[in-house]
């Protein structure tokens, strides 16, 4: 079946260190890869997108297809990072976004 | 702040019981998304209209209906509601239809079934 799976529910890291949030998929074809991220009392909204191999906030995410991995990493974590970020795929036979199950990243000071 | 609205942001009932939820798009957006979040389930899509047209189905029940009207706003019925169905109801929109397109979420119904 076709899945995206975040391994970590919960992550913790300290402000200035790396963080990376592994995503895996599973799925013969190519993907379109997302990720969208929830601040603190704020909506769900695209973090982004690995067409546009763009870094946002610092953040950046490479598809690595060989290993069917999308992890989104961040070479120096800061507080405003902590928020909830849903690894989401969309699969070239489907019109649906799959989400991940989600991964809490707590950053501390 | 996305621009797409939702109501009510709260909704507590009972068992068996019949609810409908609201939501306005962001102006502009023809695509309108439902989507489930619940501790065990997580994240999972319902179902999405297009311009008043059915264009997609996930994981929705019978006992749930959804529809968008001419102004593009949109409504998700639920139905016999049991336990199970209490959840954080999400609403997206896009500009055109298909996952690709950035989907800008509302803040969400609070569904609580007693």
């Known amino acids: 079946a076709q899945r995206v799976t975040q391994p970590e529910k919960l992550l913790s890291v300290f402000k200035g260190a790396p963080v990376e949030l592994k995503c895996n998929y599973s799925?013969?074809?190519?993907?379109?890869l997302f990720w969208y991220v929830q601040y603190s009392r704020q909506r769900l909204q695209l973090l982004l997108r690995h067409i546009s191999r763009e870094s946002i906030k610092g953040f950046t995410a490479d598809l690595n297809k060989g290993e069917t991995s999308f992890h989104l990493k961040k070479p120096f974590a800061q507080e405003e990072d902590s928020a909830m970020y849903y690894c989401?795929?969309?699969?070239?036979?489907?019109?649906?976004?799959?989400f991940g199950a989600g991964t809490t990243v707590t950053v501390r000071a | 702040d996305s621009g797409v609205t939702q109501t009510p942001k709260h909704l507590i009932t009972a068992t068996g019981q019949r609810v409908t939820l609201r939501c306005s798009p962001r102006?502009?957006?023809?695509?309108v998304y439902w989507y489930q979040q619940s501790l065990d389930q997580g994240l999972q899509f319902l179902i999405q209209y297009y311009n008043g047209e059915e264009r997609a189905k996930g994981n929705i029940l019978e006992r749930f209906s959804a529809q968008q009207f001419p102004d593009l706003h949109s409504e998700l019925n639920l139905s016999s509601l049991e336990l199970g169905d209490s959840a954080l109801y999400f609403c997206?929109?896009?500009?055109?239809?298909?996952?690709?397109?950035?989907?800008?979420f509302g803040p969400g119904t609070r569904l609580t079934v007693l």
């Open positions: 997206a929109s896009s500009v055109l239809p298909g996952g690709s397109n950035e989907q800008f």
């Open positions: 989401v795929s969309l699969f070239s036979n489907d019109y649906k976004l799959s």
């Open positions: 799925y013969s074809g190519s993907p379109e």
């Open positions: 102006s502009g957006d023809l695509s």
